[in-house]
């Protein structure tokens, strides 16, 4: 049925009515491409970024976690390219004054079949009016020149009266891990090959941001770089992509909606480059990246600060710059992905529909909801709730009847619901039920925590 097709309207409406996102400043009139994770939302975030960190740390014995600073040296930004070149292309509809990307206008319009990755801008200003493309907004043709837009928010820092210093809040986390390579490698005793990760917010002044959280202009990134030999590089590329895939599929990403995409232009220091593309409601879209980047970061660091970035090898006494492999990821854009392919409006009889989340139960944002059947037995259901929340996150609801209470945590995700009644009182049981197949079983309150540990690990 078409009006049971998932669209990102109903995402949006979701998440704004049962408190995983708020449009950012809200009250103000919101504030573009900015959201605030709200109560649920946020649990959802963390428990994605809690999933990350354990599979590409905790359980990683070869890579070491880091939180650096977001604002940093502004050389850093020289050395990695960013102050010279980090822009997209940007034209103006003179009509309706929407501003635009022209490489993505040239990608809609031509359906994918032109990569305009590869066009400089002239070339691209002759695609567009070769073939008369049109403002997508108002229908209008009549551009602007296409100009380099700035991608790095600046600030600046001033200690001095009337002297002030540009600073850039850092628009992606992996410089913070680079610059920290021998400090790691150090304390850590770590040999290459090994890798350090870093989960933190970016930001960029994006010309076409939009999609809720498809695109923002702050926006959290988990990023590894594994630091290797160049002769095993090709290896751990191969390796990463795997484990990038693993992972996404683990959080609960259908294969169906995944695919790989290898790019065909590479920056001139790269070896490889691919995605991970999942198919959003607007379409295949990039969710990870996958780079092969050669000895560019740390030769390049170690140019701009006059500090050998090399590696010496404790067993062969061998000198040298190691390759890096990045593997990165938005935290935002994977917790859309995770919405969408968790959404579900099943019809049930009598036209009722029912809008269920099935999230991999170790990202849902609560594990368990304590239900009462009736108000009157409110403390035995709030002791139950008070236990269970030392080891869970615990949602407690006695208003309203049992049916939509159920409703409501399905829509929430809540993969158990337990449901306390008079029984409760005289046996010390209760009433479980599976947010998926919506079967009940009757187990004991001692049992609970070791049943919900059971069918939520990663
Ligand atoms: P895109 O082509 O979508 O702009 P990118 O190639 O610039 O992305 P990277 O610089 O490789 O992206 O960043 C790594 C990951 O960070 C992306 O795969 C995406 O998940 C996330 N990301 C990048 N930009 C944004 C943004 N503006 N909003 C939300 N997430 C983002």
New binding site residues.
């Given amino acids: 049925m078409d009006d049971m097709k998932l669209t990102m309207d109903k995402i949006v409406n979701l998440c704004k009515s049962r408190g995983f996102v708020f449009p950012g400043s809200d009250i103000y009139g919101g504030f573009a491409n900015t959201w605030d994770f709200g109560p649920v939302g946020v649990e959802l975030k963390n428990n994605i970024k809690k999933a990350w960190w354990k599979r590409f740390v905790q359980e990683a014995p070869t890579s070491y976690g880091v939180d650096a600073a977001i604002l940093m040296n502004p050389t850093v930004w020289d050395a990695s390219g960013h102050t010279k070149s980090f822009s997209d292309p940007k034209m103006d509809c003179k009509c309706c004054k929407q501003r635009f990307r022209a490489d993505n206008i040239i990608e809609d319009h031509s359906k994918g079949s032109v990569v305009p990755d590869t066009m400089t801008n002239e070339e691209m200003e002759q695609y567009i009016a070769e073939h008369k493309v049109k403002c997508p907004k108002c229908g209008g043709f009549d551009w602007t020149p296409i100009r380099q837009f700035k991608l790095m928010f600046e600030t600046s820092r001033g200690t001095i009266e009337g002297e002030k210093d540009v600073v850039y809040l850092r ?2 986390t992996c410089q913070g891990e680079y610059v920290n390579f021998l400090n790691v490698q150090r304390t850590s005793r770590a040999k290459v090959p090994f890798g350090i990760a870093q989960i933190g917010k ?1 930001f ?1 002044n ?1 010309i076409t ?1 939009g999609n809720f ?9 988990m ?1 590894h770089q594994l630091f290797c030999k160049e002769e095993d590089s090709m290896n751990f590329y191969n390796e990463y992509k795997d484990k990038a895939w693993k992972f996404a599929h683990d959080i609960g990403l259908s294969e169906d909606h995944m695919r790989f995409h290898d790019h065909d232009k590479l920056a001139h220091y790269a070896k490889a480059a691919c ?1 991970i593309q999942y198919l959003f409601p607007i379409g295949w ?5 996958i ?1 092969h980047r050669g000895v560019w970061d740390l030769s390049r660091h170690g140019e701009y600060s006059g500090k050998s970035m090399q590696y010496l090898d404790p067993v062969t006494n061998e000198r040298y710059t190691p390759n890096v492999i ?1 593997y ?7 917790t859309l992905a995770a919405l969408c392919e968790a959404y579900e409006e099943q019809a049930l009889e009598g036209g009722d529909v029912r809008v269920v989340l099935h999230f991999n139960p170790f990202i849902a944002p609560y594990k368990v909801a304590i239900l009462p059947l009736q108000k009157n037995i409110a403390d035995k259901a709030k002791e139950v709730y008070t236990n269970l929340s030392k080891y869970f996150m615990c949602d407690y609801d006695e208003a309203g009847s049992i049916g939509k209470r159920y409703r409501r945590q399905d829509e929430i995700g809540t993969p158990f619901c337990v449901t306390i009644d008079f029984d409760t009182l005289e046996d010390n049981t209760v009433t479980v039920r599976d947010r998926d197949t919506m079967e009940q079983v009757r187990i004991k309150i001692d049992e609970l925590k070791a049943y919900i540990e059971d069918r939520i690990q990663f």
């Fill in positions: 628009p992606e970016s960029r994006e941001p959280l498809f695109r923002t202009i702050e926006f959290e990134q990023e995605d879209q990039e969710l990870n990246g780079h990045e990165s990821i938005g935290a935002d854009r994977l």
